[in-house]
T-cell receptor
């Protein structure tokens, strides 16, 4: 039973395309997150949702749009992909807000390569 | 602004040797501190966390970390490293006043020599 799952695991696409990454958690958590890990392995939060409500929206281009249809799912849609979007995208979840003592559980990541 | 610094980008230790990975943080209030490990091609797994109380925290896989407020540090230690410990290690601080997000350090890559 995978706690936090992401699909697809690998995504290779051309510049200008639109793509989506899906995330699902079966932990019953209230909060979900998207992180971007760049080529130097630096992790930075992009978004977080608590009970389907957007809590954190970092300075991310508006080409990135998260959608949370329910508490267990948080999808990431990216429009007009650019070379600089190539990275590993991690989904995570926690029972509360991560900075408030709760552990974040991470998915396996989606490796996006934009050609 | 909150920040986390891991001064060592890459560390190599021999199997069986002791390990210490450094982490310094900048945070105005009492920090919530975490250490995560990322194995190659995998997501992140929590090793341990500190919120309050005993400044020496025990985690999984034989790891421990010590919170030192005077030094703004939260160094990770293990007395005897195993080859399976080779991975990327991330220190993080919980920015409680910013929606609860985690701010990560740059990571330290650990290699283990046989």
């Amino acid at each position: 039973d995978t706690a936090v799952s992401q699909t697809p695991k690998y995504l290779v696409t051309q510049m200008g395309n639109d793509k989506s990454i899906k995330c699902e958690q079966n932990l019953g958590h209230d909060t979900m997150y998207w992180y971007k890990q760049d080529s130097k392995k630096f992790l930075k939060i992009m978004f977080s949702y608590n009970n389907k409500e957007l809590i954190i929206n970092e300075t991310v281009p508006n080409r990135f749009s998260p959608k949370s249809p329910d508490k267990a799912h948080l999808n990431l849609h990216i429009n007009s992909l650019e070379l600089g979007d190539s990275a590993v995208y991690f989904c995570a979840s926690s029972s509360g807000l991560a900075g408030y003592q709760e552990t974040q559980y991470f998915g396996p990541g989606t490796r996006l390569l934009v050609l | 602004a909150q920040s986390v610094t891991q001064p060592d980008i890459h560390i190599t230790v021999s199997e069986g040797a002791s390990l210490e990975l450094r982490c310094n943080y900048s945070y105005g209030a009492t920090p919530y501190l975490f250490w995560y490990v990322q194995s190659p091609g995998q997501g992140l797994q929590l090793l341990l966390k500190y919120f309050s109380g005993d400044t020496l925290v025990q985690g999984i896989k034989g790891f421990e970390a010590e919170f030192k407020r005077s030094q703004s540090s939260f160094n990770l230690r293990k007395p005897s490293v195993h080859w399976s410990d080779a991975a990327e290690y991330f220190c993080a601080v919980g920015a409680g006043n910013q929606g609860g997000k985690l701010i990560f350090g740059q990571g330290t890559e650990l290699s283990v020599k046989p």
